[in-house]
């Protein structure tokens, strides 16, 4: 719960605005913008099917996201959060996502 309120914290003071980073096909890093959402107390992940960064989730499901920084100095601090994705396919929490 701590390292979640300070993900969101951080997450809503740099405008949503993340750092996606992934693995590509040659196992080279690869970085992407995305705007994560929190709902239902869970990281979402989302955004247009069949983009490269999708792809690479698909082959591998190993991330990393970091909130934007724009402050130079890191004054307020920033969060990175790690892990591994799943593609959720529940047309109900779709749906709830999409009305919420």
């Not at 107390?41 to 082959?59: E, N, V």
């Not at 402050?71 to 799943?86: F, I, P, R």
């Amino acid at each position: 719960p701590r390292v979640a309120e300070i993900f969101v914290r951080r997450h809503a003071a740099a405008g949503k605005l993340c750092l996606l980073a992934t693995l590509r096909a040659d196992g080279s890093p690869r970085i992407s913008p995305i705007e994560p959402r929190i709902f239902e107390d869970r990281l979402w992940m989302i955004g247009m099917p069949d983009t490269t960064k999708f792809r690479d989730l698909h082959r591998d499901p190993r991330f990393c996201v970091h909130t934007a920084t724009v402050d130079t100095q890191v004054t307020e601090g920033d969060a990175k959060l790690w892990g591994e994705v799943a593609d959720v396919r529940d047309p109900a929490l779709h749906e709830r996502f999409a009305e919420d």
